[in-house]
């Protein structure tokens, strides 16, 4: 069996199904540098509770800003021994790895994972210089990536000659299996805000800037369609957009931030999933919300707009075009009808998990 050690950031929800998989494939090794996202706090208990692996943490070294730089990497590659090496985009574990395997002259094969989107590699939307300074130097040193969507995988055979396609997404039997033991929950919390009847437009995200949350309130009130907009999240952004939901006339139902169960029941109440972001490397919202069964209305910015057919299971649009939001919108809307939570309704999802994941391993033994 092939040995793969892998080494990551953290495990957000939405990968637990990968690596999951992954272990039970290869003779895996998974060292995480720390427990849970920087940018947000999951309860990283209930996430570790699903792994059918035992994790190393590696050991903190120092911090820079909000970068945790850790140690231990050589000594796990070393006792290790691995035959395919996997890190995270092109940060300080990837190029660790690649000093390592030059200096000691070793064989194994290294895969980088990576989130990039087409917006950013190829539009010029990179989140840093530094990312894309380090995508110029590391990316012709690896034997392969994986990719988010189609257009960037094509973008990155096209300057570098490799890359793997598989969006993040989440396994769909198991998944909807949650979404079905959610309906009655889905349905008290409805009836708690007298959504039972409506059509909903959803939002789920950090209330920031970049999420351009400012843009779907100003669409969503020139809808034609009677809907009911909730947006799920928090973040500095929240009382701006409370005022600007306020003058443009729109009642708009701010919940906080929800995590587990307590999240995924919105998906079941929704009709219509918005992402709006004028940056996004990808959106696992987007998977969760077709999975749910809603109709996807998704940016051009967003990475996960791959996920979206035009027309069969929702719409794209310009982030920066708010008459194109409306209309995109108008046509979801169209289309839905409230849920009954009586039984689930069918999958939006076109890419199925299984099949990639089949394609991801037998690329990695081929390596």
């Not at 039970?24 to 995480?32: A, D, G, K």
């Not at 000691?104 to 210089?129: I, L, T």
């Not at 007298?194 to 020139?222: E, P, S, T």
Request: charged fraction near 25%; hydrophobic fraction near 40%.
């Amino acid at each position: 069996m092939s040995r793969l050690l892998v080494f990551h950031r953290t495990i957000a929800p939405y990968r637990i199904d990968f690596f999951n998989d992954l272990s039970r494939v290869f003779e895996t090794r998974i060292c995480l540098q720390y427990k849970n996202l920087l940018s947000q706090k999951f309860d990283y208990q209930k996430i570790a509770d699903c792994f059918t692996f035992t994790p190393i943490y590696l050991k903190e070294l120092f911090r820079v800003r909000r970068r945790v730089i850790n140690r231990g990497y050589w000594s796990q590659l070393d006792e290790f021994q691995p035959d395919i090496v996997m890190v995270s985009e092109f940060g300080f574990d990837c190029l660790l790895v690649l000093l390592h395997r030059f200096f000691k002259r070793r064989k194994y094969r290294v895969v980088s994972v990576c989130d990039d989107s087409y917006n950013m590699v190829a539009e010029h939307n990179d989140f840093s210089r530094i990312h894309s300074l380090m995508r110029s130097l590391i990316a012709p040193r690896l034997d392969e990536l994986i990719l988010v969507e189609p257009k960037v995988t094509e973008w990155y055979r096209k300057y570098y000659g490799k890359g793997f396609f598989f969006p993040i997404i989440k396994n769909d039997v198991s998944a909807r299996d949650v979404y079905a033991r959610l309906l009655p929950e889905a349905r008290k919390t409805a009836e708690a805000y007298k959504l039972l009847g409506q059509k909903i437009v959803l939002f789920v995200g950090r209330l920031v800037a970049l999420k351009n949350v400012g843009i779907l309130i100003q669409a969503f009130a020139r809808c034609r369609n009677e809907a009911c907009l909730v947006i799920v999240g928090d973040g500095p952004e929240r009382a701006s957009l409370e005022t600007l939901a306020k003058n443009e006339g729109v009642h708009v139902l701010f919940t906080g931030r929800l995590e587990g169960d307590d999240l995924l029941q919105w998906y079941n109440i929704a009709s219509v999933f918005c992402l709006p972001s004028y940056q996004e490397a990808f959106g696992a919202v987007t998977n969760e919300a077709l999975l749910a069964g809603c109709i996807g209305v998704i940016s051009s910015n967003a990475g996960s707009q791959c996920l979206i057919y035009e027309g069969k299971n929702g719409y794209t649009f310009s982030p920066f075009d708010a008459g194109d939001l409306t209309k995109k919108l108008d046509l979801a809307l169209t289309r839905c009808a409230p849920s009954s939570f009586e039984t689930l309704r069918s999958s939006q999802m076109l890419i199925q998990y299984d099949e990639k994941m089949k394609e991801l391993v037998h690329l990695l033994h081929k390596l």
